[in-house]
């Protein structure tokens, strides 16, 4: 049986994960958090004192790596790397960055590619990233481009940090968001734009719930689910 893929990019900080983690519930998909395996591979780097930045030295680690996707009983993703359950190491501030280097190297996205489509093939799939409409399915029954004003984006990114307990600057946290929005999409390989066909949903000023409407809504017009 063909498997149904729903495609969801957009910049960080838009809600991304949430909502697309909360469509993949509601509709009995698998959510794949596409972010969360770049975030493992610049972890990797960065624990082995590689500078994410290195083109050479991280595709001469890439071979040796040890890099696992499972589901836990909570249902949720979680993300191995050589043996060890790293999916709250990668949500540090920090890795966020080290993420976003390793993103931009032809063959970090090269060797990860294979992965996500395989997950796609055997599986219903809401798949969240930045080329998921665009190079990873591009054939993907409904692709939806995700977004909200960089301000919006850092304040919730903001209250999310200072909700864990960790220090954050709100003008610290929104350069942050437009230094990754830039690296994002200004890079050579796979660079972050709506893809041809993409439903826009533009989340400034709509809280989780309205967000959540307007996303089933756009799924359900293009999709029968
Ligand atoms: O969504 P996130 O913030 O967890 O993603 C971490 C980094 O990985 C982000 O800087 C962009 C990059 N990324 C990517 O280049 N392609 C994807 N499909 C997913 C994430």
Known sequence: MKRRGIAIDGPSGAGKSTLAR?????????????GAIYRTVGLAARRRGIDPADGEAVAAMLPR????????????????????DVTRAIRENEISACASKVAALPAVRAFLLEMQRRT????????????????VLP???VKIYLT???EARAERRYRELLE???????????REVVERD?????????????????????????????????????VRERLDV
Do not use: C, K, W
Not at 191 to 212: H, I, K, Q
């Open 164 to 174: 864990r307990g960790q220090r954050a600057d709100l003008d610290q946290v929104l």
């Open 22 to 34: 909360r469509l993949a519930r509601e509709l009995g998909f698998v959510y794949v958090d596409t």
């Open 139 to 141: 054939q993907a029954d």
């Open 182 to 218: 830039r690296r994002d999409m200004e890079r050579e390989v796979s660079p972050l734009r709506r893809a041809d066909g993409a439903a826009l949903a533009d989340t400034t000023g709509l809280d989780l719930e309205e967000s959540f409407q307007l996303l089933l809504r756009l």
């Open 120 to 135: 796609a093939r055997e599986n219903d799939v809401v798949m969240d990233g930045r080329d998921i409409g665009t190079v």
């Open 65 to 84: 790596l040890a890099i696992g996707m499972g589901y836990g009983e909570d249902g949720l993703q979680h993300m191995y790397l050589d043996g060890e």
């Open 148 to 150: 909200a004003a960089a």
